[in-house]
């Protein structure tokens, strides 16, 4: 993943994929589950109280946006696609869906006490305008967690890194790389914040675009779950966590 110079995101593109996905409503891809996996891991790393005002952006069709209202938190999604927030609005009646640009947030300066980036880093080829306006748009002490394949994982490389002889381009976006975490760290960290990194495994799929990978999916979920238990293994993990607090 390049960062060293301004790269621009594809916007149509991601538009036109994440419509066509609203329209089946198959873009939830974990299991119940693993959702609330990672609903978790935020409110960990995140530290804050329910009554918190929190920020999904790529909420998508607001899975996570609910689950973030459930544990009692302020919540508004935020995504790129009319068709999957149309989805959102339609499921999650109670909850505020915005249309909107991550790297052109449509909230105020020091507005948000969080914010969860909800697998969208890695769909932008340079984050560094999207850090600086979550940096922006966070209070003093507000914090952001966002999660993202990670690069080093063996399946996530064999299966989505664009170098792998075994690269699919089945249900990803012609934007989307796995990321490293040092990098994101670092960019995050220019932006401001005081940022952390952790990893995440075991967090099962229900679906994947490609009918061929859909059929190993109980292999990989069994795997994945065994596999990067330990330590030793942790930073190998399919998913990292980069977090961090606005001083």
Same mark, same amino acid.
């Given at each position: 993943?390049?960062?060293?110079? /301004?790269?621009?995101?594809?916007?149509?593109?991601?538009?036109?994929?994440?419509?066509?996905?609203?329209?089946?409503?198959?873009?939830?891809?974990? !299991?119940? @589950?693993?959702?609330?996996?990672?609903?978790?891991?935020?409110?960990?790393?995140?530290? /804050?109280?329910?009554? =918190?005002?929190?920020?999904?952006?790529?909420?998508?069709?607001?899975?996570? &946006?609910?689950?973030?209202?459930?544990?009692?938190?302020?919540?508004?999604?935020?995504?790129?696609?009319?068709?999957?927030?149309?989805?959102?609005?339609?499921?999650?009646?109670?909850?505020?869906?915005?249309?909107?640009?991550?790297?052109?947030?449509?909230?105020?300066?020091?507005?948000?006490?969080?914010?969860?980036?909800?697998?969208?880093?890695?769909?932008?080829?340079?984050?560094?305008?999207?850090?600086?306006?979550?940096?922006?748009?966070?209070? $003093?002490?507000?914090?952001?967690?966002?999660?993202?394949?990670?690069?080093?994982?063996?399946?996530?490389?064999?299966?989505?890194?664009? =170098?792998?002889?075994?690269?699919?381009?089945?249900?990803? &976006? $012609?934007?989307?790389? $796995?990321?490293?975490?040092?990098?994101?760290?670092?960019?995050?960290?220019? @932006?401001?914040?005081? &940022?952390? !990194?952790?990893?995440?495994?075991?967090?099962?799929?229900?679906?994947? @675009? =490609?009918?061929?990978?859909? /059929?190993?999916?109980?292999?990989?979920?069994?795997?994945?779950?065994?596999?990067?238990? &330990?330590?030793?293994?942790?930073?190998?993990?399919?998913?990292?966590? !980069?977090?961090?607090?606005? $001083?």
């Amino acid at each position: 993943m390049g960062i060293h110079r /301004l790269k621009i995101q594809d916007k149509s593109k991601e538009i036109e994929f994440f419509n066509q996905h609203a329209v089946k409503d198959d873009y939830n891809v974990f !299991t119940s @589950a693993a959702n609330r996996k990672l609903i978790d891991s935020f409110v960990r790393l995140s530290g /804050l109280a329910p009554g =918190s005002r929190i920020a999904d952006l790529g909420c998508g069709s607001g899975v996570f &946006t609910e689950l973030l209202y459930e544990r009692g938190y302020q919540a508004v999604g935020l995504d790129i696609s009319p068709k999957l927030l149309e989805l959102a609005r339609y499921k999650y009646t109670k909850i505020e869906f915005l249309q909107g640009d991550v790297e052109e947030l449509p909230f105020e300066s020091g507005s948000l006490d969080g914010i969860l980036l909800s697998g969208i880093v890695h769909h932008l080829p340079d984050p560094r305008r999207c850090a600086g306006e979550v940096f922006r748009v966070v209070k $003093p002490r507000g914090c952001f967690v966002a999660f993202d394949p990670n690069r080093r994982n063996p399946f996530v490389w064999l299966y989505r890194d664009r =170098s792998s002889p075994f690269y699919s381009s089945v249900g990803v &976006t $012609p934007n989307e790389r $796995p990321i490293i975490a040092e990098q994101i760290s670092k960019v995050f960290s220019e @932006a401001g914040f005081v &940022t952390g !990194t952790d990893y995440l495994a075991g967090l099962a799929y229900r679906y994947v @675009a =490609s009918p061929l990978a859909r /059929l190993a999916l109980p292999i990989y979920n069994f795997v994945d779950d065994i596999l990067f238990r &330990t330590s030793l293994m942790k930073r190998f993990s399919p998913f990292v966590l !980069t977090f961090g607090f606005k $001083p």
